[in-house]
């Protein structure tokens, strides 16, 4: 039997879903100006998966990477829900 599509399948799953709070913490405390680590370790990864030979962990890498970049939108998005009102404003980011 071949396990290497449902282990992606569970890192990826596990990966998104971790970041949905992340991305709420880091906007809450750093607001959308984190968004360049976010690039820098999005890039990091991808770079990293190219040169791993081990399918999964290459894959798994890849994942992070691509998240990482998402997280990018994601942050804008966030900073719009707060200013909605749907999320708490952190008043000492002002």
């Not at 959308?32 to 990293?48: D, E, H, N, Q």
């Amino acid at each position: 039997m071949n396990y290497t599509g449902l282990i992606i399948g569970a890192a990826s799953f596990i990966i998104i879903g971790a970041f949905h709070p992340i991305i709420i913490k880091c906007e809450y405390y750093f607001t959308y100006r984190i968004w360049s680590v976010f690039l820098v370790f999005g890039v990091m990864f991808l770079t990293a998966s190219c040169f791993v030979s081990h399918f999964i962990i290459s894959s798994v890498l890849a994942i992070l990477g691509c998240t990482c970049l998402w997280s990018i939108i994601e942050l804008k998005k966030q900073k719009e829900r707060v200013e909605k009102g749907w999320f708490p404003k952190n008043e000492k980011n002002d």
